[in-house]
């Protein structure tokens, strides 16, 4: 049973505006979140994480916001550009383990 | 240039004949663990090594076999493979956990026929 989700599969955003991609889970006891950008031919690469003891984090144009009560993660890009155009995965941790989402995949338009 | 090194990249083979990932890491990291990614599924956790000799079950292991012999090393041995392990399969360092940040190779598309 997936215990975290990304429920839409794709995202098109024009360049300079914001993206807004969102993750659910169903699991509590999740110590961190994490957002990983994808592209094709190539391994995730990390991009931001926040504690499950905080509710945002941000790093320039990359901010996470963290909704305990919702279980409910966000990753805001603002502003977006054509380099961003990837397979966004969020992840959970709990312990030792990683939890995935199923990704989305934003395009940015120039 | 610090990375993880998978080989092979690409891997048809027929089930039941057994076959070796190599996953090599050269940033001295304790944590190592192996993933696989699916259509509609993700990637999920196939086994996991908090260091030398210590390995641990992730959400998808069985099938699967994994030995921690080196620090630097983390090969993913399929005994008898089978179609459904045809798969996308990533191998991630970390320095530490909870360090959060896993460094993720280039991934090896393996076909079971």
């Known amino acids: 049973d997936q215990q975290v989700k990304q429920n839409s599969p794709s995202l098109s955003v024009q360049e300079g505006r914001i993206s807004i991609l969102n993750c659910d889970y169903t699991?509590?006891?999740?110590?961190?979140f994490l957002w990983y950008k994808k592209y094709p031919a190539e391994g995730p690469t990390f991009l931001i994480s926040?504690?499950?003891?905080?509710d945002k984090n941000e790093d320039g144009r990359f901010t996470v916001f963290l909704n305990k009560s919702a279980k409910h993660l966000s990753l805001h890009i603002v502003p977006s550009q054509p380099g961003d155009s990837a397979v966004y995965f969020c992840a959970a941790m709990m312990g030792n383990q990683f939890y995935f989402g199923t990704g989305t995949s934003l395009t940015v338009i120039p | 240039e610090a990375q993880v090194t998978q080989n092979p990249r690409y891997l048809i083979t027929v089930t039941g004949k057994k076959l070796t990932v190599t996953c090599s890491q050269n940033m001295n990291h304790e944590y190592m663990s192996w993933y696989r990614q699916d259509p509609g599924l993700g990637l999920r956790q196939i086994y996991y090594s908090m260091n030398v000799e210590v390995t641990d079950k992730g959400d998808v292991p069985e099938g699967y076999k994994v030995s921690r012999k080196e620090k630097r090393n983390f090969p993913l041995i399929l005994e008898s493979p089978s179609p459904n392990q045809t798969s996308l399969y990533f191998c991630?360092?970390?320095?530490?956990?909870?360090?959060?940040?896993?460094?993720f190779g280039s991934g090896t598309q393996l076909s079971v026929l």
């Open positions: 926040i504690s499950s003891i905080k």
């Open positions: 699991n509590s006891m999740f110590d961190y």
């Open positions: 991630a360092s970390s320095l530490t956990l909870p360090s959060e940040k896993l460094f």
